[in-house]
């Protein structure tokens, strides 16, 4: 089984690397990061580096495609060649997958229109633009597409999907052997759970960050 995931400058690593690892351990799982291109991609704001190793033109048919999510999703939303190898390659998947703001990449390639599906929190305005209605759930099943949330999330999914695609007692073999067991320090995950200032604070930081360079 072919696992097709996408990587792109300005990616935010943990979208990708959490479900690669657990997608990884799935017994005849084939990964393959593709990009637009052969070669290294950067995200700025963490200084990681990874590297696509076949470009689009040589992916055309993988059994599942994971989108993450990153800075780097919005010029893709407006790339017409990426939307449509995204367009091309749903058409034949198992399974079509996306991380944090990757949902926005599905929905610009209009595959998320009239299904309810998630994203980060802070972009939910967006994907609702697409025609998607957002939810704040952590893993999001509409027929053959899976969403999760921001960052992190991308762990579940990718246990929900080995459990769709290998059986219960695989995915939590998989859970057990990376020892996922989340217990963090504060209940703080998600914006129905901050409290009002938290989440004020984390919102004006992320419009800062994303604004444009003057």
């Known amino acids: 089984m072919q696992i097709a995931a996408l990587v ?10 959490g479900p690669i690892e657990v997608l990884a351990r799935m017994p005849g799982a084939e990964i393959v990061i593709v990009g637009k291109a052969r070669g290294p991609v950067r995200d700025p704001r963490t200084h990681w ?17 994971v989108v993450p999510g990153g800075a780097g999703v919005r010029p893709l939303c407006s790339d017409e060649p990426v939307l449509e ?26 595959l998320l229109r009239g299904l309810t599906a998630t994203t980060h929190w802070a972009s939910k ?15 999001v099943p509409q027929g053959k597409i899976i969403t999760s949330a921001g960052v992190s999330s991308g762990i ?7 459990a769709k695609m290998a059986g219960d007692d695989i995915a939590k073999g998989i859970q057990l052997s990376i020892e996922y067991d ?5 209940d703080c995950g998600a914006p129905s759970k901050a409290e009002p200032a938290v989440l004020d604070r984390v919102r004006q930081s992320m419009q800062r960050a994303s604004a444009p360079a003057r």
């Not at 792109?8 to 690397?17: C, G, K, N, Q, Y």
């Not at 580096?49 to 495609?65: I, R």
């Not at 579940?156 to 080995?162: E, I, K, N």
Request: charged residues 20%; aromatic residues 8%.
């Open 156 to 162: 579940d999914m990718a246990l929900t999907l080995v």
């Open 85 to 110: 190898w995204v367009r091309a390659v749903h058409r034949t998947t198992t399974w079509t997958t996306s991380v944090c703001t990757g949902s926005l990449l599905l929905g610009a390639a209009g």
């Open 8 to 17: 792109f400058d300005a990616i935010t690593p943990l979208d990708i690397v």
């Open 182 to 186: 989340p217990q963090p320090p504060f």
């Open 49 to 65: 580096t990874l590297t696509s190793e076949a470009s689009l033109a040589e992916v055309t048919k993988p059994d599942v495609l």
């Open 125 to 139: 305005d967006v994907l609702a633009q697409y025609g998607a209605r957002y939810v704040e759930e952590r893993v």
